[in-house]
């Protein structure tokens, strides 16, 4: 960058651009949903998992902040949930419902993601406008509509590949910690921008700032940890490179990672998964000496903070595997049929893939440094780790593409700026490629925005749960404050249920964590939980309370031989008229 345009000649337009990206960022992760009261419940959008994570969020809300299994209230929650505790927090001190405080943080936290990453642009190019990028490169699709005929693009079993908002709009912690890498890298790419530089001590709190928030994403997400991570080093390894010209370590290190990725799968039949990821950051290492070299006192600290601020989590986890917990072997096995197919990824990503190159060819023998290490970080980071069933790590690598796309989405906008910047600068050849280049990205981004109305159409239709109505109040005062296990109406989602009333509800979603317990609650892992009208399968589990819906014609019936007595009741109005909640007492055996 050659310099910033006048303060004050840019102040308004600016300010009007940081406007608009979060304009553009609330449209988008609300706007589905904002004419259907979606202040009452929780969206319905793949609602399975994330009604089970706002579990933890209730209990917090509630006052229990153990790490329990967030529905039995009984086991250990191995899962990182530092996202949901905080959610559960800002609903504790402010009184918000659990699913409010859910939304308002989620949009928080994208939309800072939205404004570093855009201050971080405007500051590399001087460009008004930069700021509404990182806005503009989250409604960037994937081309399913011409792929798949739909929003998305089924990638086998499971797997699929789908725009950034497809990821975003649950607003969970994945989306947290993607958008906390994002500010991460961000500052990163700030400190070590060329040109003016920040005082000394700026650019040093910058680099423990976004190593405090990479250490600190072990305990909100896994995958966006080993996102943030990897992307992290590799920018770092990069940089170091090119600042100091050490290539022989360069060597070493694309000869250790070379030796991982090789090896990886042996090395993995020993070792499990997630220490081959371990090494893969080792091998890394070698190309970063120069740089711990010669800012030893700041590298020490940025990872002795990275490693504090991730300790509790890896901590528990190790310690947990250590001593073979069910729930954790469970969790680290393989996953199969989740790869991603070749053609299709790269259709998908066809659009930050031009913008890649745009850069790519824009940043060639311009000394920037720090922006050439950030397209080498993010084109290693998302070949790797979305091919991580290749090489041994086998972690759902579809999940894996979809986070760097949207990590993607949002820092390759830095660059982008620069290169709008530096067009007038660059010699005739090169500004035609750069130009062309940019037409033909523009081309392809407005062509796969046309996924974006069947997602609206989709995520929309999907609706609000609803937690505030007739019935849950309903269910409040029926339960009040339990403190005794509850098996909810075969008609009520359990997960609703403790939405609703965070007391100890007979459930557990197998993919978080495990009650003490396991196999005397796999009955109610089943959909119809039909065999809980065994008294003896109700005591196994330890349940003192099962709840009955009159609305519900294929609910629950019990015998009159006293095992299972009504307790309570209380009426509410459902849609087809006056209806009864019953709370049944389970007798001891």
């Known amino acids: 960058m050659n310099g910033i345009a006048s303060p004050s000649r840019t102040a308004i337009p600016l300010a009007l651009a940081f406007a608009l990206a979060q304009v553009v960022v609330a449209a988008l992760l609300l706007g589905p949903v904002w004419q259907q009261e979606w202040w009452r419940g929780f969206r319905g959008y793949f609602d399975n998992d994330q009604l089970s994570y706002a579990a933890i969020a209730s209990n917090v809300a509630g006052g229990a902040l153990d790490l329990v299994e967030p529905f039995t209230l009984t086991g250990t929650l191995y899962y990182p949930s530092l996202w949901y505790q905080a959610v559960g927090l800002i609903s504790l001190a402010t009184g918000l419902p659990v699913y409010v405080a859910w939304t308002a943080a989620g949009l928080l936290v994208v939309g800072m993601a939205v404004a570093i990453v855009g201050w971080a642009a405007y500051r590399y190019s001087g460009l008004w406008f930069a700021p509404v990028l990182p806005a503009a490169a989250l409604l960037t699709g994937t081309f399913s509509w011409s792929a798949a005929g739909d929003w998305f693009t089924p990638a086998g079993n499971h797997a699929v590949l789908w725009g950034p908002y497809g990821t975003l709009f649950t607003l969970n912690a994945e989306v947290a910690g993607l958008s906390l890498a994002a500010i ?306 075969q008609c009520l989602d359990p997960r609703l249920l403790k939405l609703v009333s965070p007391g100890p509800v007979a459930f557990y979603n197998a993919g978080l964590a495990w009650p003490q317990d396991e196999p005397a609650f796999r009955t109610f892992q089943d959909v119809e939980r039909r065999s809980t009208e065994r008294p003896d399968a109700l005591r196994a589990a330890g349940v003192v309370y099962v709840m009955t819906d009159s609305a519900c014609p294929s609910d629950w019936r019990f015998g009159n031989d006293q095992s299972v007595v009504a307790f309570a009741t209380e009426d509410y109005a459902a849609a087809g008229g006056p209806a009864r909640l019953t709370l049944w007492f389970v007798q001891p055996g």
Request: charged share 10%; net charge positive.
């Open 184 to 489: 991460a890298i961000s500052l990163l790419l700030l400190a070590t921008r060329p040109g003016p530089q920040p005082a000394p001590r700026l650019r040093a709190g910058m680099v423990l700032a976004a190593a405090a928030v990479l250490g600190l994403l072990a305990n909100v997400q896994t995958y966006s940890f080993f996102t943030g991570v990897l992307t992290a080093a590799v920018f770092t390894a990069a940089w170091s490179v090119q600042r100091y010209r050490s290539w022989p370590l360069l060597a070493a290190a694309m000869g250790a990672v070379c030796v991982v990725l090789l090896g990886g799968r042996a090395i993995a039949t020993v070792t499990g998964p997630l220490p081959v990821y371990a090494l893969l950051l080792l091998a890394i290492l070698p190309a970063t000496l120069p740089l711990i070299v010669r800012h030893s006192r700041l590298a020490v600290a940025a990872g002795v903070l990275a490693a504090a601020c991730a300790a509790p989590q890896v901590a528990r986890t190790v310690v947990g595997l250590a001593q073979g917990d069910p729930f954790l072997t469970y969790r680290q096995a393989s996953t199969e049929g989740l790869g991603v197919p070749l053609g299709p990824g790269l259709l998908a990503a066809l659009p930050l893939l031009l913008v890649g190159l745009v850069c790519a060819i824009a940043v060639r023998g311009r000394r920037q440094v720090a922006l050439a290490s950030l397209l080498t970080a993010l084109g290693a980071g998302w070949i790797v780790l979305a091919a991580n069933d290749r090489w041994g790590f086998d972690q759902e690598p579809y999940r894996f593409w979809l986070q760097f796309e949207v990590l993607s989405a949002l820092l390759l906008t830095v660059a982008l700026a620069w290169s709008l910047a530096e067009v007038k600068r660059m010699a005739i050849r090169r500004r035609v490629a750069v130009v062309a280049l940019v037409a033909a990205a523009v081309v392809a981004w407005s062509a796969s925005v046309a996924d974006l109305p069947a997602f609206w159409r989709f995520a929309g239709g999907e609706g609000i749960v609803v937690a505030d109505d007739d019935r849950a109040r309903a269910i409040r005062a029926l339960l009040g404050g339990h403190e005794e296990l509850v098996a909810s109406s």
